[in-house]
């Protein structure tokens, strides 16, 4: 019997209704299908006790709110899930994942930066599922409509971890289409919640009349109070219907959330309401279905109302409850019936009950009939899960598509409502939107802030690593090839003496000649590092340079940086643990560009920032085939490079006819020629310098294309750079034209630099396609 483990944001003391009731829901439906199901909660006891439908329960990872933390909470799971140790409650629980043959995320409104926490903690199965190829199914999702880039993309990367997506609104699967996730539209899990008789600690329910107002509200101010107040009289005067509020979250025992609203409303109504305490999601489901009409300003009444045929009224707060209510809503053409909660009163409230009262049969009917639509396709939905959880081949094309339901318009009160909502909706989301970027970048802030307060003890922690890892034989070598680089070596050794969770590393400086104080500068750091410097002045050269240093080294994993870039906090244990777990292989880091301003140190905080940023441990994999072209996913070169070193020898190292560039782009086709894998590793991240003189970008970018073209001539299968003749001649000719029309910094910098590579692309061709001047390779003379 597979075991499959069902996530919903289950346990918490504050009981949700809507919450419970889809993972009961989710956990019933796979249960029905022969599942053994196991609910990850944040509280065993309260799950065992208010769900019982589970075979087991697991204690999930509880993720912090302040975004900085809990993406650093999450890249720690990502390292474990790599090899490295980690803190203990995810260690056991990655062990208990083990046991797990497939996960079921099931529905929610908690895909977005509001609720990063419950984001990232699902993001966290995801990277479990990928690990361990558990099959991964997600169900019932609100994404968005807030999110900053950096939950996107980690939004991005759990769907895309998924065998099967299911999003709830239009908007919703939208976000999908516009990511190029493959999902579906569907309705929320709890639609067709089964009620049983389980109860809530301490948990009674009075008698309630034959036909009521169901009400359920949360946040509400004084006015707001007293405008619902009053309309809710005038239903019970004009149609003798009493009110029953039911509360949607609180805790069991306690007068708190929901219950206080409900209770300050009561006190302004003469018509005698029945005020219920929090209830479990059998009897508060029960009630709602069992209303005559209903009105609520969260999500799930409305579902558990429209799924039984209760007319609904839903009040719209904010652009979070409209993209959901309104998204449930429209399943059932009801998607109008909603009014704007900041801009209506009374009189607004009591029209909108009156219609629903008047037309009760009618859009009762109507809902009727559509249920049973929704229930077919709730059927053929887990049926699906079921397949996906199995291992079932292409479910993309088998489940039928989500058919619109034709809209409900009432009558008096619709066109002024809409024009408000839409308002609201966009004010709303703008204001959301930018709370959670502004919280995202106070909370890195916070904990830039806190690393600087806590730099020397910190430091001496590291200062005594590093003196221990001095007694020990290293395990890797990074070589830095330098040349008159004592301005600002020192940047890129106080990089490496921070490195965390890194094996013992010897640094080998291999100076090509330099005339400055570059000694001065390392005897510095050599109570931090264990670092030489070796002499590489024959061939000034920084492809020689390298090759001094790789042959010098002590060890067999061999790392390169350059002398004037950062290497991030974790880059030594990125590439060693990399190459060390891909044999056959060389790795390539990625390049964090930065623009070089002349103030750039650790003292910096953008720097600081990056430096200590978790980065994302995702590898690109290109498989050995000689005759396939190079592929690369981020912008790379020899600042951000390892390989063994007996494959560095034996294919010659570096090749040192280059001048200036793309002997990196040279080791790598010699490489793949020879059979080697080529991994891409994100984690292994260098902050790159873009020098911000137009002088200089002009001569780099020469070069670059320069030598661009000599590669490809040598390796024309492997290397494919853009160096079109007629593109980067076309390029060359506009150049003036365009120094003479953009004259603001950036500009003028990027038409330096596209001039210098379309000038270096000219000069490449003519030198080397048509007029022959391929020099002789100069490779390491122990080559073998």
């Known amino acids: 019997m597979p075991r499959i483990l069902v996530l919903a944001d289950l346990g918490r003391e504050n009981y949700h209704v809507g919450d419970e009731a889809m993972g009961i829901t989710a956990a019933t439906q796979l249960v029905d299908r022969g599942f053994e199901v196991h609910i990850g909660t944040t509280n065993l006891k309260h799950s065992e006790h208010n769900i019982g439908v589970a075979h087991g329960y697991i204690h999930t990872l509880e993720f912090p709110s302040s975004p900085a933390e809990r993406e650093q909470y999450l890249e720690e799971v990502r390292q474990h899930l790599l090899g490295q140790p980690a803190r203990p409650e995810i260690e056991e629980f990655t062990q208990a994942m083990t046991e797990i043959d497939g996960i079921l995320i099931a529905g929610g409104g908690n895909m977005n930066s509001t609720y990063g926490w419950l984001l990232y903690e699902r993001a966290a199965y995801g990277l479990i599922a990928q690990t361990f190829e558990i099959p991964l199914v997600i169900s019932g999702q609100s994404l968005g409509p807030v999110l900053t880039d950096k939950d996107s993309e980690i939004l991005q990367e759990l769907l895309s971890a998924s065998r099967l997506v299911g999003v709830r609104e239009i908007s919703s699967y939208q976000w999908t289409q516009d990511h190029n996730v493959p999902a579906h539209h569907m309705i929320d899990d709890a639609t067709f919640y089964v009620s049983e008789h389980r109860q809530l600690p301490g948990e009674t329910v009075p008698d309630l009349p034959d036909q009521y107002i169901c009400a359920t509200f949360v946040g509400l101010d004084n006015e707001q109070i007293q405008h619902l107040a009053k309309a809710l009289d005038e239903a019970y005067k004009v149609h003798h219907l009493h009110t029953v509020f039911v509360p949607h979250k609180g805790t069991p025992g306690r007068k708190d959330e929901d219950y206080l609203v409900h209770a300050a409303i009561a006190r302004q109504m003469n018509s005698k309401p029945i005020v219920l305490p929090i209830l479990h999601a059998d009897a508060a489901v029960s009630i709602h279905r069992n209303a005559y009409v209903a009105i609520a300003n969260r999500y799930h009444p409305g579902v558990f109302s429209l799924s039984s045929g209760v007319p609904f009224i839903g009040l719209i707060p904010d652009a979070f409850t409209d993209m959901r209510l309104r998204g449930m809503m429209s399943h059932y053409g009801a998607e109008n019936y909603t009014i704007p909660l900041d801009s209506a009163d009374a009189t607004v409230y009591s029209s909108a009950l009156a219609e629903i009262i008047r037309w009760h049969d009618d859009i009762s009917s109507t809902l009727f009939q559509r249920t049973s639509q929704l229930r077919s396709f709730s059927e053929a939905w887990w049926n699906a899960v079921e397949q996906a959880l199995t291992g079932s081949a292409d479910l993309q094309n088998k489940l039928p598509v989500l058919a619109p339901a034709v809209s409900l318009t009432p009558q008096s009160w619709t066109p002024v409502a809409a024009e408000q909502r839409n308002r609201i909706y966009r004010r709303s989301l703008e204001i959301a939107q930018g709370y959670a970027d502004q919280d995202r970048e106070q909370s890195w802030e916070r904990d830039y802030q806190n690393r600087r307060d806590r730099m020397e003890p910190i430091s001496d922690e590291i200062r005594r690593a590093v003196k221990q890892n001095l007694t020990d034989a290293p ?113 390539l880091g990625q390049y964090l560009n930065v623009a070089d301003t002349g103030d750039l140190s650790l003292e910096n905080r953008e720097i600081y920032q990056l430096f200590t940023q978790p980065k994302w441990q995702n590898l690109f994999i290109q498989e050995p085939n000689p005759h396939e072209k190079i592929e690369v996913h981020f912008f790379v070169g020899g600042a951000s490079f390892g390989a063994r070193k007996h494959d560095l020898l034996a294919l010659g190292g570096f090749d040192s006819s280059y001048k200036r560039g793309s002997d990196d782009w040279d080791f790598w086709a010699r490489a793949r020629k020879a059979g080697m894998q080529q991994v891409e590793s994100y984690g292994a991240a260098v902050l790159y310098r873009i020098s911000q003189s137009p002088r200089k970008q002009f001569r780099r970018h020469y070069f670059y294309a320069l030598n661009d073209v000599l590669v490809t001539v040598r390796y024309p299968e492997q290397v494919q750079r853009d160096i079109s003749l007629l593109k980067q001649g076309f390029v060359l000719a506009k150049t003036p034209y365009r120094l003479f029309k953009y004259k603001d910094a950036q500009s003028r910098l990027k038409t330096f630099s596209e001039g210098g590579y379309a000038l270096g692309a000219v000069a490449g061709f003519l030198k080397y396609k048509l007029l022959r001047q391929v020099p002789a390779p100069l490779l390491m003379k122990r080559s073998s």
């Open 475 to 587: 395990l890797a070598s990074v070589v830095i090839p330098t040349l008159n680089a004592a301005d600002v070596i020192g940047h890129q050794l106080e990089c490496l003496s921070r490195q965390v969770n890194a094996p013992a590393f010897e640094v080998i400086i291999s100076d090509n000649g330099s005339t400055d104080a570059l000694g001065a500068v390392v005897d510095g750091f050599r109570d931090r590092l264990n670092v030489r410097i070796v002499d590489s002045s024959e061939i000034q050269n920084v492809s020689y340079a390298r090759n001094v240093g790789i042959e010098d080294a002590q060890t067999d994993f061999i790392l390169i940086c350059d002398a004037d870039d950062f290497v991030c906090e974790d880059w030594v244990r990125s590439l060693y643990t990399t190459l060390k777990n891909h044999p056959n292989s060389y790795v």
